[in-house]
């Protein structure tokens, strides 16, 4: 178990930090403020010098959530044992899905899970009552740890949302603009509260704060105005005469800050339990300590309540690998952009769709922003909104271009607030939830900054309540699995043990490998693209390119839909309505750009947002109908209704064989540019259109004398009337472009 323990260390620590990277690099990648390979390195100098200062935090995983005195050996390994096997593959299964959750809450709520079966299985041999468990479990610490877990979402946003806010109205957006003297201040203030509750406050929870306790003991309000003079000294020096820019500095700053406190506050996290377990072992095993030779399952495990040190050279082996997960892990970049996309206040393709409580809430807040508006004078109004005013850079032929929102004031807001945060509660030796800070103090300062306008609002909250909707999902999931696990291991000793680490592996591989599969989707080669052309010209080229995708796609969608509904295989129907779905959102996503490639067409190419607008239009038609066939067919078998006739079956195969049929002439002809080809292709189209006609006539016939199936009916009509509808988006977008052809040769 122990050899197990140490193997499942290091693939929590993978996990882990694949997880937890978004709470200290998400500032500083949303801002661009830095290369990310500088990002990188200063977030690496802070997990090394974090991971040496966590000693203190091991503690939680040893005597914060239960009694160890109340437990054998043998016992405190099954529990150890279940919280590694739960946390490993709960965190995996987040990373999977690319959501931000808290490492903190799942070891808290894994440790008490575990250790509340451990206590039952006790009490129930024991034949005592299970009002006893409050004898076996820490409640008292407990209870503090998860209140301060689920305080910290309260006032990490709220504190975000504050500070961000004084911060523009003295600041604005045009913050580069402002006197040098304005900078340096913010540096002073900002470069003063990372440095002090960092390396003074986070010090506290570390065995190196005795050392310097007397030097600081008493002095705090002079070690801060020193701190902030000599910060403000220095970032005006830095403003003024190095002409470098004092937030780039603050980002710096503050994500090794950040990093320094995350792997100080979440490494316990990770090597927690196993630290604890060897060091349960070494207590065990040692002559000095079980002093009578007790047997595993007779060694009471009162020495975990003592203070043991954590030796150094296990905490920077455990840095190393955090850095190496850092490094390489995709999963890690798939969780940031999750956080990003949700602060950022330019557009971005939206996530999360929204839900009654979203739009709940946004109706709630724009109700109170108007009550505020009207009692608050047109003057101050007016001057507030000048300070939120976003700068444009103007650009050749009168075209003007935003400037990132989420930009560096913003940033080391983010990293000022969730560094002081976490600091204060490590040096309390509170086990802080970083992803809940971070992410909160992220959302709170979106807000405070409008970045949540009316056109993302209800995305951006639905995704907001998707996560911590996660962090209480994570918290259930982790109390029952984690009791599951070790009331298994206590059944099935070690055989159990061998097959559930057995199944470790096959999850994480798994998850793996979905996780490239969907990275290689991600960047297929017929995924759509949105168009940066100007002129019909290059609307033509670049539209084609999405015709011939999507034309493939439908084929093969098509293919799936049909030969399911003959076959009744509601595996390949279910491929057919995710496939299309996913057609759907890539169409819906060009569609939403039609707004900045009109704003950004140059007056003399404004007939090309025609060519486009009706491109799409025709695009998203064939994708609606293929969608409805597909849906339609998948309901009907799901429901296990009658399956098509021999007649209809034959009907549909020849109608999808003809269709695939034309439908790889047009690939070829837009692949090849061959615009010229088009018009006996528009000829083949209603030749295929009279067919499905004569379809729909021969099935009215058969309903009225031998058809007796009503669900089979409706069926077949609807899919006849879709394709008809799909043949006629087809075209439609033919006859475009060989209006566009004609016009050129004319020329």
């Known amino acids: 178990m122990i050899v197990a323990l140490a193997v499942l260390a290091i693939a929590d620590l993978v996990v882990g930090v694949s997880n937890d990277a978004v709470n200290f690099l998400n500032s500083a990648i949303g801002s661009k403020a830095v290369s990310f390979k500088t990002i990188i390195i200063v977030a690496s100098l802070g997990v090394i010098i974090g991971a040496v200062f966590s000693s203190g935090m091991m503690e939680v995983a040893r005597k914060g959530i239960f009694m160890p005195g109340k437990f054998y050996f043998s016992e405190i390994m099954i529990i150890f044992m279940a919280v590694m096997i739960t946390d490993i593959l709960l965190l995996d299964f987040f990373n999977t899905l690319g959501m931000p959750t808290s490492t903190t809450v799942s070891i808290v709520f894994e440790l008490l899970g575990a250790a509340v079966t451990m206590a039952l299985i006790k009490i129930g041999a024991g034949g005592g009552s299970f009002t006893e468990i409050g004898d076996y479990i820490n409640t008292a610490k407990a209870t503090h740890i998860i209140f301060g877990i689920l305080l910290s979402v309260v006032v990490a946003f709220s504190v975000g949302a504050l500070v961000q806010y004084v911060s523009r109205l003295l600041l604005s957006f045009n913050f580069e603009k402002k006197a040098d003297w304005v900078g340096a201040l913010f540096g002073g203030v900002a470069l003063t509260a990372i440095t002090y509750f960092i390396f003074i406050k986070g010090l506290k929870g570390t065995d190196y704060y005795k050392e310097i306790k007397p030097l600081i003991e008493g002095r705090n309000l002079i070690i801060i105005t020193a701190s902030f003079a000599l910060w403000s000294l220095l970032s005006y020096v830095v403003v003024k005469f190095l002409k470098t820019n004092i937030y780039k500095l603050i980002i710096i700053v503050g994500t090794f800050a950040l990093a320094l406190a995350f792997a100080g506050n979440d490494l316990v996290n990770f090597i927690g339990v196993p630290i604890a377990a060897w060091q349960s072992f070494e207590a065990w095993s040692s002559p000095l300590v079980n002093t009578g030779g007790l047997a595993a399952t007779e060694f009471a495990m009162g020495v975990l309540g003592k203070k043991v040190p954590t030796p150094t050279i296990l905490l920077l082996a455990a840095s190393f690998v955090m850095i190496l997960t850092l490094w390489f892990s995709s999963k890690a970049k798939k969780v940031v952009k999750t956080s990003i996309d949700l602060s950022s206040q330019g557009e971005t393709q939206e996530r999360f769709k929204p839900n009654f409580l979203s739009r709940g809430l946004v109706r709630s807040a724009i109700t109170l922003s108007r009550y505020f508006s009207a009692i608050l004078p047109k003057s101050i109004q007016k001057k507030i909104d000048s300070q939120f005013e976003k700068p444009v850079i103007e650009l050749a032929k009168g075209k003007t271009h935003e400037l990132p929102a989420f930009d560096m004031v913003r940033a080391a807001v983010n990293l000022m607030v969730a560094s002081v945060l976490i600091s204060i509660a490590t040096s309390m030796q509170l086990p802080l939830s970083t992803t809940y800070v971070t992410f909160m103090v992220a959302m ?199 399956g098509l006739k021999e007649k209809q079956a034959s009907e549909l195969k020849e109608i999808d064989c003809k269709l695939n049929a034309i439908y790889e002439k047009i690939k070829a002809v837009f692949a090849n540019r061959a615009f010229n080809q088009i018009m006996p292709l528009i000829e083949e189209k209603q030749l295929l259109l009279e067919d499905v006609r004569d379809y729909i006539h021969k099935q009215v016939e058969r309903t009225r004398t031998t058809e007796s199936s009503p669900k089979n009916t409706t069926l077949y009509f609807s899919i006849l009337l879709e394709t008809k509808d799909l043949i006629k988006a087809t075209l439609s977008l033919l006859e475009i472009y060989a209006t566009q052809s004609s016009n050129s040769a004319d020329k």
């Open 444 to 642: 709170g300062s979106s807000l405070s900054d409008r970045a949540w306008g009316s056109e993302s609002a209800v995305y951006r909250v639905a995704g907001v309540l998707n996560v911590i909707g996660g962090w209480f999902f994570t918290a259930l999931s982790a109390f029952i699995a984690a009791g599951i696990v070790a009331y298994l291991i206590h059944l099935g000793g070690a055989t159990m043990i061998a097959i559930l680490l057995l199944l470790v592996v096959v999850l994480l591989v798994r998850n793996y490998a979905i996780h490239i599969k969907k990275s290689r989707e991600i960047k297929a080669e017929d995924s759509l693209s949105r168009s940066e052309s100007k002129s019909i010209q290059g609307v033509i080229e670049e539209s084609a390119d999405n015709i011939s995708k999507v034309l493939k796609r439908i084929t093969k969608i098509n293919d799936l839909t049909i030969n399911g509904l003959i076959n009744e295989d509601l595996v390949s129907l279910k491929k057919a309505k995710v496939t299309v779905a996913k057609l759907e959102d890539e169409i819906e996503d060009i569609q939403n750009n039609i707004f900045y490639f009109i704003k950004n067409l140059d007056d003399s190419y404004v007939g090309a947002s025609k060519l486009y607008i009706d491109v799409i239009g025709d695009l998203q038609d064939m994708a609606q109908s293929v969608s409805f066939i597909a849906k339609a067919s998948h309901k009907h078998i799901n429901n296990n209704h009658k």
